[in-house]
């Protein structure tokens, strides 16, 4: 649709340029009533010399036919005038029957404008809510881990007391030494349990605290990236405001043309097809005539198919 209103202005003016040029031809065999007049002093003198073989009749039958030359070849470029501007009417009628095409589109791009922006606002609301989720749980791990750490690093100050302690007994009773290395090596073995424990929860809260961060960078840049996505969205629903208002305009502005244009053409073209009928009458009688009262022969099918064009567009006018 866009590319044939395009190129309606430069049909019309191809339309325009071939009317001129057939204005401009001249007709053949239309020399006039003196050129009609020298035939008939021709055709008389040639009578004369033949020794009156012709009658008047005869003389008003050539002028007949030099009429009928004349008028058929009028008869002929108004057919083609006429066909001219029946095209030229179907383009503008087509162009004005189409116009209107481009802003139902606009439309459609303003109403996916305004759903991008919904479901991107719903977007932002639940990753927002996700990310409160998971801080909470981030809280709760890392105080549970911290606890459990705490105690541990309790037990340890305890046991290593003890130990102490035990030493002191050791250096002081040296009965009891077999029964204190046993305990003491039992107290070493829990201890590095405790140790390797507290190394294992250790490790456990980095990874669990970096999982949780990786987490909440990822929803950060989502965010980012649906305000982003938001901003454009907001910019392409402007961008479509826009573009609807300049295509309204410029339909209105098109419809215009087309009006004014369809209404001079449709003018031009009433003016054509009368004087084509007044052509076509003015060779029928010729040719009657020439035929010397005979009834009119057929008139061919090419002619009547302009005139039927041209009374049908009359018509369409009324």
């Not at 009609?36 to 073989?53: F, I, K, L, N, P």
């Not at 050539?62 to 057919?79: H, N, T």
């Not at 046993?182 to 669990?208: G, Y």
């Given at each position: ?46 009578v ?20 009928l ?16 501007l ?51 749980s ?55 349990l ?8 250790d ?6 605290k970096?999982h949780?961060?990786?987490l909440?960078?990822g ?6 990236r649906?305000a ?9 629903k ?10 309204r305009g ?69």
């Amino acid at each position: 649709r866009s590319w044939q209103s395009e190129a309606l202005p430069a049909a019309l003016r191809i339309l325009d340029r071939k009317l001129s040029t057939l204005a401009a031809q001249p007709i053949s065999g239309s020399g006039g009533e003196g050129e009609g007049a020298d035939v008939a002093a021709t055709s008389s003198a040639s009578v004369v010399r033949s020794g009156g073989a012709r009658t008047k009749s005869a003389i008003r039958a050539a002028l007949a036919r030099d009429r009928l030359r004349s008028q058929a070849a009028q008869a002929e470029r108004l057919r083609q005038r006429v066909e001219l501007l029946c095209d030229a009417c179907a383009r503008l009628e087509a162009a004005e029957s189409c116009g209107s095409s481009s802003v139902p589109q606009a439309e459609r791009l303003l109403c996916d404008a305004d759903e991008m922006l919904t479901a991107l606002d719903a977007g932002v609301k639940e990753l927002s809510a996700e990310q409160e989720e998971l801080r909470k749980s981030l809280s709760e791990v890392s105080s549970g881990l911290e606890q459990q750490i705490a105690g541990y690093q309790e037990v340890a100050g305890s046991q290593a007391a003890k130990r102490g302690q035990l030493e002191e007994e050791k250096s002081q009773l040296l009965r009891r030494l077999e029964e204190v290395n046993m305990q003491l090596a039992q107290i070493d073995e829990e201890t590095a349990l405790w140790e390797k424990s507290v190394r294992e929860l250790d490790t456990k809260l980095k990874q669990s605290k970096n999982h949780y961060q990786e987490l909440i960078a990822g929803i950060f840049c989502q965010q980012k990236r649906l305000a982003d996505e938001k901003l454009r969205a907001v910019t392409c629903k402007e961008c479509a405001h826009s573009a609807l208002d300049v295509i309204r305009g410029e339909e209105r502005r098109k419809m215009q043309d087309l009006a004014v244009q369809l209404r001079r053409r449709r003018a031009d073209l009433r003016r054509s097809c009368a004087a084509y009928v007044r052509q076509e009458r003015l060779r029928v009688e010729s040719a009657s005539e020439c035929l010397g009262g005979q009834p009119p022969a057929p008139v061919p099918p090419p002619e009547a198919s302009a005139v039927g064009g041209a009374a049908g567009a009359g018509a369409v006018d009324e």
